[in-house]
Structure formats: C-alpha cells, structure tokens
C-alpha cells in the first residue's frame, strides 16, 4: 500500500504505463505470423486483411462510445473492464476452436479502443502540467512491447506448442498484470473517478499532484486562441474545469478537431498497414519469415527512441506545425526507397520505424494539446480515434485486396505515400496554437 504521496505518484504512473503496454502487443504479434495463420486456417490475402483490419473496426465503433461509458460508470473503471475484455479476447483468440480467432480479435479490438480514448484523458486529468512528457513515455511503452511482439512472434511459433496460436496469444500475461496494478491504483490513488466529473465523465480534479516546476504550455499557457466547441468552465485550483451546467456543442463542428481526427487516421492507416503486411512484402521480394520479423522488430524499436525525442520537442512548445514536417519526413524517403532501391530495405525499415513512433506520439499529443479540459479531451480522443481509425481499418483489407487483384506491392506503397504526404499537411493544420472547449 502506497502511503505516501511519492508512493502513489509512483503507483498512478506505473499504471498508467502498464496499460500503455497492452495497447498494440496484442495486434503487431499477428503480421510476422500472418502466412502461418493462412495456411493454417485456409484463409486467403483478403479474409487475412479483414482479419488485421477487425480490431481497427472495432476501434472506429467503439471510440465515440468511450467517453459515454466513462460518464456513466467513471473512466478508471471502464479502463480496468476493457483490460478485463482484452484478456479475454487474447485467450479466445488463440484456442482452437472454430469461429474463436474472429470473435476474439474483435473483442481484442474492444478492449482495446476503450484504452485508446480514455488514457489520453487520464494523462489530461492526472498530469495536466506534463502532458507532453507522460504521452511520450506511454507511447515509447506501447511502442516497446508492440516491437516486443513483433520479433518474438516468429520464435515463440517456431519453439512453443502451439505454434502460432501461443505466439499471439501469450500477451494475455502484460493484460493480466496490467489489469492487476490498476485495480490497486483505482484502491490507493485518491481521485479519480471518485472526483468531480463534467459532462463527459471524466474526473477533472487533477487528484494525483505529482508535476512541480515549470508547467506545460498546453496546461498553464493563457495567450492561446481558443476555438469555441463547448463552454467557457470554470476554475479549480488554477486549472480549467467544466461547467456541468453549460451547452456543449458537437466536436464535429470544429474544423480543429477533423483536422486531429485525420491526423490520427492517416497516420494509423500508414502504420496498420505496415505492420500486418511489410513481412509479407518482404516475403514476396524473397526474404525469409524469420528476417522480415526481425525488421518489423526493428520497425518498432526505432519507434521507441523516435516517441521519446518528438516528446522532447514537443515540451513547452506552443506550435507544432515544423514538428508534423519532421515527422512524415522519414516515412516518404523510406517508401521513395521501397519503390526505388528495395534491395536497401533495413534503411527504409529504420526510417519508416522513426515515423512511426513519432508519428502516434505527435496524435495522441495533439488530443490533449488541443483541448483546454480533461472533458474536452475525451469527446475529441473519441471523435479522432472513433473515426480516425475507421479510416485506418481500410489500410490492411485495401492491401490484401490490391495484392490480390495486382499480384503486386507497389501499388499499396505508392498508395501509402500520397497518403503520409496527406497525414503532414493535416499534422500542420492541427499543430497550430489554437485551443477547443
């Protein structure tokens, strides 16, 4: 029992990260073993793209319905029931029973996009005054054990019993624990869903108190414009915080908000993509399963470093328009490279890599940079992430639909780079220094 304040400072973070190593394990496990799943089950390249596309549909259902079942029943408690439906999933989908690996991937997909909508408001809530540094560590977490996944996935199918089956479903152990931890931190963090709540039923009292110093921009800057989505709140403890009371008009009607929105999509389109089919790519261009996993681990793992320098970028910065520049940047020499010089594909995998983790960093910032309240930033999280990746769940079923009809990659890479040009040019819009709610 953590009975201090360092203690439970302690306990709120670790959580919080815990739950960040859940949030793409569970999915990039699935593309180096993908074939082996095909030949196992008899599926074809189009059903295997609907099968990597399924958690992103069940994403794009389930994140405007996030915030709606955190105002009815408290966002930590909706955080731990979607560990409990990921965990479940995991296990459902890697038995041997027909019909199991649909039905537990889409509820992998549930579980996980409640994750994905509410943990960008808990950073809001809990750490207001380092919103750039907490998403950059929780981000740099999920982006760890996502690489985790991808390069243990073609040894554990090759050594386990099982196959397969155990590599995509042995991430069910980081679920469980997580699951675990938060229950402690719903007992022994104050706050929380116990606080006072606004509209979309997040706590906004700020109860873990753990940041000193200098605060983030995004936080304590007053000299912003701000875009008017909702009302003008009130005060608590020097923090903005919703006015129960007030009109709150539709994120949707915010041009800020759809330009967050297609940020978010396109740069999940770009990297969904990558990650359910790049080992397939390389598999058609003659490279051995075993390599092309050990580059999707490469992948991943450049995206570590990446998430942690754009977060340092980011910090204290009131504009991020030259940050969506630099971000995308690498991603479009990487597929210039595939298209023209695919024998240097480990370069093209590290540049690729560095996007990538910078990419969902720079998003997932913009969530909570844009909005002025934790409140706020749960209806946006919904919105960019509901249809957002509505629009990414296109990427794996338009690959494997596209490699079938064309017998060819190259249309689905030139395809991916108009779309990383397009994720820039709406990560410029969205970077400016305007506020909603």
């Known amino acids: 029992m953590p009975k201090h304040r360092g203690g439970r400072a302690a306990l709120a973070v670790i959580g919080l990260l815990l739950v960040a190593a859940c949030l793409r394990s569970a999915i990039t496990s699935v593309g180096p073993v993908l074939d082996q799943i095909g030949a196992a089950t008899g599926l074809g390249s189009g059903a295997l793209g609907l099968l990597a596309a399924l958690p ?23 955080v731990l029931v979607s560990l409990g439906v990921l965990a479940v999933g995991l296990l459902l989908r890697s038995l041997p029973v027909p019909g199991l690996l649909w039905f537990g991937t889409l509820a992998i997909g549930v579980g996980i996009a409640v994750g994905n909508v509410l943990v960008p408001a808990v950073v809001k809530r809990d750490f207001p005054t380092h919103i750039s540094r ?22 554990i199918a090759a050594w386990a019993v099982g ?13 469980a624990l997580a699951l675990i931890v938060w229950a402690a931190r719903m007992r022994w963090v104050p706050g929380g869903d116990s606080s006072v709540r606004g509209r979309a039923g997040v706590a906004l009292s700020g109860a873990v108190d753990v940041d000193h110093g200098r605060p983030d ?7 912003v414009d701000h875009e008017e989505v909702g009302h003008s709140g009130r005060s608590v403890a020097g923090r903005r915080v919703a006015d129960p009371s007030a009109t709150v008009r539709p994120m949707w009607r915010s041009a800020l908000a759809w330009q967050v929105t297609l940020h978010m999509g396109l740069q999940s ?6 990650v359910n089919w790049l080992p397939s790519i390389e598999a058609d261009r003659g490279v051995s399963a075993a390599t092309s996993g050990a580059h999707l681990f490469i992948y991943q793992l450049v995206g570590i470093g990446a ?3 754009v977060s340092l970028l980011m910090n204290r910065r009131h504009d991020q328009r030259g940050i969506a520049v630099l971000v995308v940047s690498p991603m479009i020499i990487a597929l210039l490279g595939m298209l023209l010089l695919p024998q240097l594909v480990v370069v093209w995998v590290i540049l690729a890599g560095m996007t990538s983790g910078s990419s969902i960093t720079l998003a997932l910032a913009l969530i909570g940079l844009r909005t ?11 919105m960019a992430q509901g249809l957002g990746y509505l629009l990414a769940a296109g990427g794996p079923i338009a690959a494997g639909a596209i490699r079938g009809l064309t017998g060819s990659w190259l249309p689905e890479i030139i395809l991916l780079l108009a779309l990383t040009v397009a ?9 400016r220094n305007r506020t909603i709610g």
């Open 56 to 78: 992103l549909l069940a994403f794009a259902g389930m994140s405007p319905l996030s915030h709606l079942a955190a105002r009815r029943f408290g966002t930590d408690r909706m």
């Open 217 to 223: 921009h995004a936080a304590a800057d007053s000299d």
């Open 307 to 309: 998430a942690f320098g």
């Open 423 to 431: 994720q820039g040019t709406f990560g410029v819009l969205a970077g």
């Open 269 to 274: 389109t770009v990297f969904y993509t990558l």
């Open 134 to 155: 907490l998403t950059g560590s929780y981000t740099a977490t999920m982006n760890t054990f996502a690489a985790l996944a991808s390069g243990l996935s073609v040894p």
């Open 163 to 175: 196959g397969w089956r155990t590599a995509i479903g042995i991430w069910i152990i980081p679920a």
């Open 372 to 382: 002025a309240d934790a409140s706020a930033t749960a209806r946006l999280s919904g």
